[in-house]
C-alpha cells in the first residue's frame, strides 16, 4: 500500500476516532460554519473546540474558509472518500459472499437439504 | 422475493481490528450451519465475483484444522486461508485463527496469524452475525483491508452513513 495514502487514512480514521468530531463533521456537512457556531451545541468549552478543529484540519476533513472575520469551517470530501473507497472494496467484497449466503439460507429454509433429513433420521 | 438484508457494516473497532456486520433473515442454528458445514460454506464463501472455492475443509472442533483455497476463473491463480478452531459454541460463537496462502499469487502478503471471533445473535428470527478479526498488527490489517484496492477513489460521502453511523 502506498505509504502516503496509508499515512493520511491514518489522520483520517484517527480524526474519526471520536464522536465529538464526528457530530463537528457531520454538522459542517449541511454547510460551512464559524467556530462560535459549530460550539454552540457543544457542551464543552470553545478551546475545546478548537482542539477537536485543529486535529480535523491536520487531517485535512477540514479547511478554513476566506472570510478573515468569521474563518468559516468548511468539510473536505476528498481524505473521507479516500477512507471510504479503502473499507468500501473491502467491504463489498464481504457483501458479495453475504448475498450469496442469503440465497443459500433461503433455499434452506424453503426446503431442508438431504443433510437434515438424514440427521433427522438418525436422531430419531 | 430476495432475502436480502441491510448491507454488511465495516468498521474499526481498534487499530488492529476490523469488524463486519450482517444480519440475516434466518434462525441462527441455519446460519450457524451455513458457516460450519463445508458444502454450504463453498457455495456462498466467494468474496467477488469470478471466484471459486475448489478446496473447503473443516473440522469443525476445538483444535480442529480448516483450509479454504480460491481459484480465480479467468486465469486459474489460487490463494487461501488455513487456520485451526479455538472455539465451538453452537449456535452461537465460533472462533479460529487464520493465516494467509498466498498459492500461486506469491504476493508478500504479512504472514501474521489473525483471530477471527465470529458471534450469532438471534432476535425475532434475524440472525445478526458479528465478524471480529484481529490481525496482530496495525500494518497487517492495513495491508489485509487494502488487499485489490486500486485506484478509482470515486467521491462519496457515503462514509458518513456507514462509518459514522455507529457514533452519531
Redesign the interface.
Given at each position: 500500500m502506498d505509504t502516503q495514502i496509508s499515512n493520511r487514512l491514518d489522520a483520517t480514521f484517527l480524526a474519526l476516532a471520536d464522536p465529538t468530531r464526528r457530530a463537528i463533521l457531520a454538522r459542517l456537512s449541511r454547510g460551512e460554519a464559524s467556530v462560535t457556531e459549530i460550539a454552540e451545541p457543544f457542551a464543552i468549552s470553545q478551546p475545546a473546540i478548537s482542539k477537536h478543529l485543529k486535529i480535523l484540519e491536520r487531517a485535512g476533513l477540514i479547511t478554513v474558509g476566506q472570510d478573515a472575520q468569521r474563518r468559516p469551517r468548511r468539510l473536505e470530501g476528498k481524505p473521507l472518500a479516500e477512507a471510504n473507497a479503502w473499507l468500501e472494496r473491502y467491504r463489498a467484497s464481504w457483501e458479495a459472499s453475504f448475498e450469496r449466503l442469503d440465497g443459500v439460507l433461503e433455499e434452506l429454509q424453503r426446503r431442508p437439504s438431504a443433510s437434515t433429513r438424514a440427521r433427522r433420521r438418525t436422531r430419531r | 422475493m430476495?432475502?436480502?438484508?441491510e448491507?454488511?457494516?465495516?468498521t474499526?473497532p481498534s487499530e488492529r481490528e476490523?469488524k463486519?456486520t450482517?444480519s440475516?433473515?434466518?434462525p441462527r442454528p441455519?446460519?450457524y450451519?451455513?458457516y460450519t458445514?463445508p458444502?454450504?460454506v463453498r457455495?456462498?464463501?466467494?468474496?467477488?465475483?469470478g471466484w471459486s472455492m475448489p478446496v473447503c475443509e473443516m473440522d469443525v472442533r476445538v483444535g480442529g484444522d480448516y483450509r479454504w483455497r480460491w481459484r480465480s476463473d479467468k486465469d486459474g491463480s489460487e490463494f487461501g486461508f488455513a487456520g485451526t478452531f479455538r472455539e465451538i459454541t453452537p449456535p452461537s460463537r465460533l472462533v479460529h485463527t487464520e493465516s494467509y496462502d498466498p498459492g500461486t499469487l506469491g504476493d508478500a502478503h504479512p504472514q501474521n496469524e489473525a483471530i477471527v471471533s465470529v458471534t450469532f445473535a438471534e432476535d425475532s428470527s434475524i440472525t445478526t452475525v458479528t465478524t471480529v478479526i484481529d490481525f496482530g498488527s496495525k500494518e497487517a490489517r492495513?495491508?489485509a483491508?487494502?488487499?485489490?484496492?486500486t485506484d478509482?477513489?470515486?467521491?462519496?460521502?457515503?462514509?458518513?452513513d456507514?462509518?459514522?453511523s455507529e457514533?452519531?
Open positions: - | 430476495p432475502m436480502t438484508m448491507r454488511a457494516q465495516v474499526l476490523v463486519v450482517r440475516f433473515k434466518a441455519l446460519v450451519r451455513a458445514e458444502t454450504l457455495r456462498w464463501l466467494l468474496g467477488p465475483p492495513d495491508a483491508v487494502a488487499t485489490g484496492m478509482g477513489m470515486e467521491q462519496s460521502y457515503q462514509l458518513l456507514t462509518l459514522l457514533g452519531l
